[in-house]
């Protein structure tokens, strides 16, 4: 809910793509005053995540000032901040007021909020959500909205399409933060058929030749949802344990 809120309170506000930028703390009172009565942390941090490349493979949010980063430092405060929504975001709304879902009342029974939103775009499968509710859980992996709408359209044709044929087109996780899956096919068959597994991801690296019989290597890619100054705080810990003996020395 407080996504779907945060994106129809900007669309109201009118901070379409081609506008200019507003304060994020006028949206925060827009989505509180009206839709979400809880508090601004709540508001804020779900606006934060959405303008963040590294937590969405496609951002809803264009953000401008300081969101944070992939090391875990926190946003500034919604004072300080600017957005507007990505171009991606209005296919999310497209056609509100054209009758599309239904509407329900606010809180104070003042307002009226859409009970789910058009999306004209495969947001859950492309942007992955993660949840807990009441004896459930997801964590839904981000894909590639290209597959996606593939298999989308075979599904129209063949609405009883097995599981192995709708993965020769969506290949599997699309990570914002790339990486190397590494699960064996028959693994991925099993999650995506009984919804029960998971995505083993690793870095993505190179090795730089410095001569002498020495060599760096170089990291360009993360698992998804990884600190990287964690990763780096773990990487220094097992050198100076000597468990990494063939390791000198690590950088950022």
Known sequence: PSNRRVLYAM???????????SKCAKVVGEVLGKYHPHGDASVYDTLVRMAQDFAMRYP??????????????????????????MEIAEELLRDLDKNTVDFQPNFDEKEHEPVVLPAAFPNMLA???????????????????????????HLIKAPN??????????????????????ESAEAMIEAYATGR?????????TTEDLGRGRYQIVVTEIPFQVQKSK????IAELIQTKKLPAVADIRD
Request: proline fraction near 7%.
């Open 11 to 21: 669309r109201e506000l009118g901070l379409l793509h081609n506008r200019p930028y």
């Open 60 to 85: 809803l949010i264009d953000g401008q000032g300081n969101f944070g980063s992939i090391d875990g430092d926190p946003a500034a405060a919604y004072r300080y901040t600017e957005c507007r929504l």
């Open 127 to 153: 942007n992955g959500a993660n949840g807990i509710a009441v004896g459930m859980a997801t964590s839904i992996p981000p894909h590639n909205p290209a597959e996606l709408i593939d298999a989308c359209l």
């Open 161 to 182: 399409a097995r599981t192995e044929t709708l993965l020769g087109f969506v290949k599997g996780p699309d990570f914002p933060t790339g990486g190397v899956l590494i």
């Open 197 to 205: 597994g998971g995505f083993r991801l690793r870095a993505r690296w």
């Open 231 to 234: 990763l780096i705080e773990r």
